[in-house]
């Protein structure tokens, strides 16, 4: 089965819906059941991929070819978009990329399962100590301040991480940013970040007569620089063909809620490559 992998660099904020809450935050973004990791399902993706297939005018016959229909599966297979490297406020540069040793190892995973690839990158671990500032591997800064919360290095990334992620960056200037800005934290520190560590944003609706509120409420949103990835693959072929075709001269896809004010863009990587014919 021929398979693709690509990255997801997020241009604007990513709004991927998870409906209405009783919360605090009454539109929450997605996110997986047993990790609380934000995430895109996979159906959310097939359904922005089929979007822009109308816009690129493909009739129905193609796109019931590639995407199917109510009652017959199409050839193209989407996985969901994976979270790998989160953007967090920091004191010591404007934000850091967070990742985990789960994240890194589950990629890890994927790639191989994707890719056929025999790459394998160090094992990380890399854990909290009670009564002592958490620690953090990446570049020497010292204590590092991430939103409120102090942490101590305790060593460099990892050999082979940042050329390993650099394939799923859409942009040289970003990736080339990573020696400075990638950190490594406990799988506990991240999942607090993921929780508790994304934008907030206040929306209302005035009243036209006299502007005062009608309907205030608080959204949730992944931050500009946030990194996925997503895995496609095909059932007959040609699938994939034909939807790299959606990319091949402008590598842009929108995901999510929120498009008419300019949220949900990402930037997509040179496709990566595997299975067979």
């Known amino acids: ?37 934000p995430v895109i399902v996979g159906s959310g993706m097939k359904g922005a991929l089929l979007g822009m297939a109308r816009d690129h005018d493909w009739d129905e016959s193609q796109r019931n070819d590639v995407f199917g229909k109510h009652d017959n599966a199409g050839g193209l297979l989407v996985s969901d978009a994976r979270l790998l490297l989160l953007p967090v406020r920091s004191l010591t540069s404007s934000y850091m990329w967070l990742t985990c040793p789960h994240l890194i190892d589950r990629y890890d995973r994927d790639r191989k399962r994707t890719l056929d690839s025999d790459d394998q990158l160090q094992s990380i671990v890399l854990e909290d100590v009670a009564e002592q500032p958490p620690q953090y591997l990446g570049p020497d800064v010292g204590e590092l301040f991430l939103e409120e919360r102090q942490f101590a290095r305790a060593g460099d990334l990892p050999d082979g991480l940042i050329e390993t992620l650099i394939p799923l960056f859409a942009h040289d200037k970003a990736s080339a940013r ?92 040179a496709p990566q490559e595997g299975g067979t014919q």
């Open 1 to 37: 089965m021929k398979t693709m992998l690509y990255g997801l660099l997020a241009e604007s904020p990513i709004h991927p819906g998870a409906g209405q809450s009783t919360g605090f935050v009454d539109l929450p973004v997605a996110r997986e059941a047993a990790t609380d990791y």
């Open 178 to 269: 990573l020696s400075k800005q990638l950190v490594v934290v406990s799988d506990d520190s991240f999942t607090w970040f993921a929780r508790y560590g994304l934008p907030v944003n206040a929306r209302n609706i005035l009243n036209e007569k006299n502007k005062t509120s009608k309907n205030l409420w608080y959204e949730e949103t992944l931050p500009p620089d946030s990194l996925f990835y997503c895995l496609l693959a095909e059932r007959s072929a040609g699938a994939l063909g034909k939807v790299n075709e959606l990319f091949g001269k402008r590598p842009y896809i929108q995901v999510g809620g929120n498009e008419t004010i300019g949220h949900g863009w990402f930037a997509l990587s």
